[in-house]
């Protein structure tokens, strides 16, 4: 039996195709908005991370009408290392709306999506969207996207799927390139009549699949799917079992049920086949659950989550500056603050290592890491990270095998050279290279997924700020061999104190600074990046001696070069394996792991 009083489906796209906005203007089009109200852009990015780093890092329900049917939607990441958001709400949807750059075209994100809806079997729409940008090419992207489906296998009913022209931002989509640029209508129409309504039996055994999980101070933990089959109420007795874990089989009784009405969860007494709802009241609750009924408990299957990539350890933090900024820095907040994370984020693996204060966690790449890292920065928690390394394989005669990744690299003409050259010896394999719109060319590289670890910085300098890197997961691949991965060495401060222009002054020569005067600075602590390959120590606390001469020039102000000052991921992309980055609610400071100079250098022979 179908429900055509309901529609569920999912926004999917490469990251910065408009995704949200749309969203946006969907809301706004269907009148949850008043008209008069004062609304943000892109209201469904609420954690403030989102907000400002311009990314969906969780996917969003909501919900809107239309023609008295309620279309459920979900609004996805699109950044790789989100993607295990991605792989398991399509679970709960019955199709999805594909977005597309008109200028970017085909982008390595948009395949993983398209990949996963397809092998599902959802009926996609595609909507090219930014046609409104001057360098727009909608013929030539049309033409990418059904090479797409055809490369990806695409049945011939997938391929014969519908196509619209739209801008999110300034809130219209359209059949034809020529229709009247008015609203999203055409959008709204195309889902009701080509998205097919949810089946299932509402005579049946419930059956719920949570897909996503939701956590709340207040209320724990609330889990997120669609009914599959009969109807699930409030106080209902209930049975969780995973189809992953045929050992599980744990009583519940349904306390909470809500609804997504525009933004808000509304709470409802019961919820027919179809429906996407929230549910709180069971501990737990974890992502793969299937919710039935007590006489007919039959899990549905889920697929496995995408391992991991990469792993960092975090550490607690030992420096001498250690407490003095962070709320919580002992070992068990820090443990019980990532076992927390797991109840969210499906795609991260958190492991106890041979030391109580430190513990191995592993994500889909290094935006994954530093998203949680400063997460936990801005809630208080002060602790250490190691560099990031690849979690390697190894096959069934113990080959070392290791993780690959397809780049795609849009980067102007004269900077082509440099990127060649760059990724060749970071082991990158060039594909093909052709010329696009603007004076732009793309690079497509197989490479380590080692081979990408610290170069994001040296890729932003080397293209002056005008290259845009995407990466996706391609599988594991025999290792390929060493790769150095910095040339420079590190400026490390010999003495503890607090950093003077003297002191600075002379340091300066050597190399370029990440600090200024007045700097709470300890033995052991980088303070700069030496221009040559080995590490030189300073002392930048040594003040001028005071004699009693005096000349016309001599107290003439020392002029000081302004400090670079790293950011999250550019600190995770410089700092080497014998260093560590100190990570506080209000610095951020990169320290080697072995502070005292003679131990320092008796552990730098051993290695060799």
Not at 196 to 210: C, F, K
């Amino acid at each position: 039996m179908r429900r055509e009083d309901v529609r569920n489906i999912a926004i999917i796209a490469h990251v910065d195709h408009g995704k949200t906005t749309l969203v946006d203007e969907l809301l706004k089009q269907s009148g949850v908005f008043r008209e008069n109200q004062d609304v943000q852009e892109r209201v469904m990015d609420s954690n403030d991370l989102e907000r400002e780093r311009g990314i969906t890092i969780l996917s969003k329900n909501t919900a809107v009408y239309y023609k008295d049917v309620k279309i459920n939607i979900i609004d996805t990441p699109g950044h790789a290392d989100f993607g295990g958001e991605v792989e398991r709400v399509l679970k709960m949807v019955n199709g999805v709306v594909l977005l597309v750059d008109a200028f970017e075209g085909v982008m390595p994100q948009t395949k993983f999506v398209l990949m996963k809806a397809l092998s599902l079997n959802l009926p996609v729409i595609v909507c090219l969207n930014k046609i409104d940008r001057p360098e727009a090419r909608p013929d030539e992207v049309i033409d990418e996207v059904l090479e797409l489906f055809m490369d990806l296998d695409a049945s011939d009913e997938q391929l014969d799927c519908p196509f619209l022209f739209a801008s999110a931002r300034d809130g219209y989509a359209m059949k034809d390139l020529n229709d009247p640029k008015t609203d999203m209508i055409d959008l709204f129409d195309t889902i009701i009549d080509y998205i097919p309504a949810p089946e299932g039996d509402p005579e049946a055994d419930t059956q719920v699949l949570i897909s996503t999980i939701d956590y709340n101070e207040y209320v724990g933990r609330i889990g997120v799917g669609k009914v599959d089959n009969g109807c699930l109420k409030v106080n209902q007795e209930a049975v969780l079992v995973n189809h992953h874990n045929p050992e599980k089989k744990e009583k519940v009784r349904i306390s909470k049920l809500y609804e997504y009405d525009g933004l808000n969860k509304v709470e409802v007494a019961e919820a027919k086949f179809g429906s996407i709802v929230a549910i709180s009241g069971i501990a737990d609750l974890h992502i793969g659950d299937t919710i039935c009924s007590p006489e007919n408990p039959v899990a549905i299957p889920f697929q496995k989550i995408s391992e991991p990539t990469l792993s960092m350890n975090f550490i607690v933090n030992d420096s001498p500056l250690a407490g003095q900024e962070g709320k919580y820095v002992t070992s068990r907040h820090i443990r019980d603050r990532l076992f927390r994370e797991l109840n969210t984020d499906v795609s991260l693996r958190v492991e106890e290592t041979d030391s109580p204060d430190s513990y191995k966690v592993s994500g889909r790449g290094e935006l994954h890491l530093s998203v949680l890292i400063e997460n936990m920065r801005r809630e208080g928690y002060e602790f250490a990270v190691s560099k990031a390394e690849v979690l390697y394989h190894y096959d069934e005669n113990g080959k070392k095998l290791e993780p690959m990744e397809l780049a795609y690299v849009d980067v102007p003409d004269e900077f082509t050279g440099t990127v060649i050259s760059k990724l060749s010896t970071r082991k990158g394999n060039l594909l093909g290279m052709k010329n696009i719109a603007g004076g732009y060319t793309r690079l497509e590289f197989r490479i380590p997924s080692r081979g990408l670890i610290g170069y994001r910085g040296d890729f932003l300098t080397d293209t002056k700020g005008n290259g845009i890197l995407n990466t996706i997961f391609d599988g594991y691949e025999p290792y390929l061999g060493d790769i150095q991965y910095r040339k420079q060495g590190s400026l490390i401060a010999f003495e503890t104190g607090e950093s003077v222009t003297y002191g600075l002054f002379s340091a300066q020569d050597r190399g370029t600074l990440f600090i200024g005067p007045g700097e709470k600075v300890y033995a052991g602590m980088v303070i700069g990046s030496s221009s040559r390959a080995e590490d030189i120590e300073l002392n930048v606390c040594k003040k001028k001696h005071l004699t009693n001469t005096r000349s016309s020039s001599a107290d003439e102000a020392l002029t000081l070069v302004p400090p670079r000052v790293l950011s999250l991921e550019q600190a995770i992309d410089f700092i080497d394996t014998d260093e560590l980055l100190e990570v506080t609610p209000e610095s951020l400071r990169i320290r080697k792991r072995i502070l005292d100079p003679t131990l320092r250098k008796r552990a730098g022979f051993k290695k060799q």
